[in-house]
């Protein structure tokens, strides 16, 4: 019996080995509502592509560099407080790019008012902005352009200091000041509706942030271990949270082989609790863990063996 479990077992793990992972393809791409207009969660949002066949990319927004990316948001309906954003730190040396460093950066944030598609008059301005910064441990490769890779993603989080209302507009980030000469690449998203502006030239993508309303979250989460990732939402407020969005990400194990996008819409009167769960994967190997509630933002590690999650 137990030489028949051991070889049970065995044959688990060369098949979590060698068959893509459950959920590789990522769930939400289907989901054309999602990724044009969707429920956003926060003011508004559009989270980070995660590394895939093409690898999304950076995009270069850097007074150093002399480029500025503008990003456009919609229908919004409430006040603009907080705003979170991501991207790669990177270094321009012998004709390639290299991994940098994050630490220190300093960002110029303005917001613009929407001129029948385009960045129009500025409107609001927040100067030598210094953001908490979490690197999230997700790496990205371009062995074939930039073979000094990989480079990590990087999570940037700033209260604004000011709370504004802006139905229609957009936002620009620009890395400002580098104690180390990094440079700043904000990531592309997957969401959005494909138009945004570096410099004067339109680009048929769209970059990673969220707008939200304050940086005293309304939500806590809890992230356990099991057969795929389980996320216990609180409502810690004081009033019913409606259509809240809840994301979970999960990539890694061996090859990069995991790569599952879940999101679920929940209502949550104040006390109340639900669970979300990403649904059973296959897979093997050291995992990181992605977690969007509205607008708190939670990375975790883990490992994956076949079917078992566990959460770090």
């Known amino acids: 019996m137990r030489i028949k479990l051991v070889g049970i077992f065995v044959m688990m793990l060369l098949v979590a080995i060698t068959l893509p992972v459950v959920g590789t393809m990522n769930t939400l791409d289907d989901n054309i509502d999602y990724q044009k207009i969707g429920d956003r969660g926060g003011v508004f949002r559009q989270l980070p592509s995660l590394p895939g066949n093409p690898m999304p990319y950076g995009l270069v927004s850097d007074s150093q560099m002399e480029w500025k990316v503008y990003e456009d948001f919609w229908e919004v309906s409430k006040p603009i407080c907080h705003i979170h954003w991501w991207g790669q730190a990177v270094k321009w040396m012998n004709d390639t790019w290299h991994p940098g460093d994050p630490e220190g950066m300093i960002f110029d944030v303005t917001f613009f008012a929407d001129d029948n598609g385009e960045p129009g008059v500025e409107v609001y301005s927040f100067e030598n902005v210094t953001p908490l910064i979490v690197g999230t441990g997700i790496m990205y490769d371009y062995p074939d352009e930039w073979p000094d890779g990989p480079f990590e993603l990087y999570h940037f989080e700033v209260d604004l200091g000011l709370c504004f209302d802006l139905s229609n507009g957009w936002v620009s980030i620009i890395k400002k000041y580098s104690p ?59 009033e019913t949270l409606t259509n809240i969005p809840i994301d979970i990400m999960v990539y890694g194990g061996m090859l990069g082989n995991i790569n599952k996008q879940v999101r679920e819409t929940i209502h949550l009167d104040p006390g109340d609790t639900a669970s979300v769960g990403s649904g059973l994967f296959l897979g093997l190997g050291k995992i990181i863990i992605g977690i969007f509630a509205d607008d708190v933002v939670e990375y975790k590690s883990g490992f994956q063996l076949i079917i078992f999650t566990k959460v770090k």
């Open 180 to 238: 180390n000469d990094s440079v700043f690449g904000w990531q592309e998203s997957q969401d959005g509706n494909d138009k945004l502006y570096q410099n004067e030239i339109e680009r048929a993508m769209d970059v990673a942030f969220i707008l939200a309303e304050s940086g005293d979250p309304e939500l806590e989460i809890e992230i356990n271990s099991g057969l795929g990732v389980t996320v216990k939402v609180t409502n810690i407020g004081n």
